[in-house]
């Protein structure tokens, strides 16, 4: 568990440096909050507790399966779709070794759980229909957070249905390891280019392939201004708004 942890302070510092890269205030990384679909999951997550073994269990599940598990790989599809259009591929090697660590973490974290399992018997029928429950739960919640990803229309590629197939199918795949049945019957990987790149990406060091993952003829336009990313990203939202 020390191990995850001081993985993923390596993810705060990568994903910390995307926001730098790409001229994202600090505040950004507390903007979920002025979201009601991105509070909702937040708040979810801190109705769990540990007094009991029957909790531990509920809680294990739904943070290693249902959150690592589930909920980032929402995210992790949508932001691959653009360095598979060679767009952002610095960025794209950022979510590669964190789709690998959170898988890693994910394992273990089931493995902590078949385990507490056995030693408490404590998995009856009535925790193992509430971690289902929960389950189905982020899957709504999920579903909220890709409408609004997705609210100013599809992009190249990839649209919300996608998203919300391919959460389907993790959703299932995460009960099966679980050793709990699956509830929505998503046999195909929905999104089969995903599997392609994450299977097929070279793990190099980001932080010494970073010079190299861009150059200046591939580049061009501003980040700020009227005119830069963050002023149209500002328009589009009134826009949205305003409708």
Known sequence: LASFSNME??????????LETIGMPDSEFSAFTQYKEMKDKHDYMQK???????????????FGAFTEGLQLFASFAMLMNFPRFNKMKGMGQIVSWSVRDE???CEGMIKVFH???AETGA???????????CCRTVVKMEDAFIDLAFSMGPVQGMTADDIKAYIRYIADWRLGQLKLPAIYGVKEHPIPWLSEILNGVEHANFFEQRATEYSKGATGGE??????VWGQFDKMQKKVAAE
């Open 48 to 62: 769990f507790g540990v007094e009991t073994d029957a909790d531990i269990l509920r809680t294990v599940a739904m």
């Open 115 to 117: 385990t507490l399992a």
């Open 103 to 105: 898988s890693l973490h």
């Open 123 to 133: 998995l009856t029928d009535e925790v193992k229909n509430d971690i289902i429950e």
């Open 9 to 18: 302070t390596i993810h705060i510092a990568a994903y910390a440096l995307l």
């Open 223 to 228: 980040w700020h201004g009227s005119e830069g």
